[in-house]
């Protein structure tokens, strides 16, 4: 189960999801997506992966049995269009939960983050629930005292560090990154795919290249060739066409991107 974490607010979550007409988006209307795009300065190619996740969340909404795989995962696909997410292999906060209970204290229940009552809210886990699945949320406040409470050099700290081994620094960052910019963290399962690889697609290439770069070198233990391809997203999308935007510059390839 490859995990990563997604510094994202509540109200980010509403307002680039949740509040979204599922029904006018299966009738092909997109306006309220075009304009959150616009809003936030997406780029073209991450408007029309922005479109397609929405036309698969809506028309895949119903055929899921929990929020957790319905919702929560394309929460955190949409949120990697939008701004650097975490990689953190296989160490996902629901399975330290498991673990140690008392974690969930700095958790927030999605019942308590959805502002729609609605048939969206099915069956809800709050944790990761599947090889692609959304998972716990942590709020701002409780990023802040979970930093805090690491610093005191107490369980906590030695709990994560027990948990995370030398990971505990990719997680800090995630934390921190949170913090400095007033964000919640969401962890979800399946977003990057074990074997590091590269698609072709586009949505694909956008995600991966918004994560953040040291935690998947530091997460892959593959030896990198020049030209080799070495990552992918789980995920198999074609790309809207989103009329009136003008494509202004050439994308550069994700290799370039990475390695310089």
């Not at 599947?130 to 716990?136: C, F, H, L, T």
Request: aromatic residues 12%.
């Amino acid at each position: 189960m490859n995990c990563s974490y997604h510094p994202i607010s509540e109200k980010e979550i509403n307002e680039w999801y949740c509040d979204l007409k599922f029904q006018s988006i299966l009738d092909h209307v997109y306006y309220e997506i075009v304009k959150n795009g616009r809003r936030f300065n997406l780029k073209e190619e991450s408007l029309k992966s922005y479109v397609e996740i929405m036309k698969m969340a809506a028309k895949n909404a119903q055929s899921k049995n929990n929020f957790d795989e319905a919702h929560a995962y394309n929460i955190a696909l949409v949120q990697g269009l939008f701004r650097k997410y975490f990689y953190l292999k296989d160490f996902s906060f629901s399975k330290l939960i498991d673990k140690k209970s008392y974690f969930e204290r700095y958790t927030k229940k999605w019942q308590e983050i959805v502002k729609q009552e609605k048939d969206r809210l099915l069956k809800v886990n709050n944790k990761i629930s599947g090889e692609k699945s959304g998972g716990i949320y942590i709020p701002y406040n409780k990023v802040i005292e979970l930093l805090q409470d690491y610093a005191k050099k107490g369980s906590v700290q030695d709990d994560l560090n027990a948990f995370f081994g030398e990971r505990i620094t990719i997680f800090l960052s995630s934390l921190e990154y949170a913090k400095s910019n007033n964000l919640g963290i969401l962890e979800a399962a399946g977003i990057i795919n074990k074997d590091f690889l590269v698609s072709s697609n586009e949505v694909s290439d956008i995600i991966i290249g918004n994560c953040d770069t040291q935690s998947l070198q530091f997460g892959s233990q593959i030896k990198i060739a020049k030209h080799e391809i070495v990552r992918e997203i789980m995920l198999d999308l074609p790309i809207a066409k989103i009329p009136e935007i003008e494509q202004k510059e050439e994308k550069k390839s994700l290799w370039k991107k990475l390695f310089g």
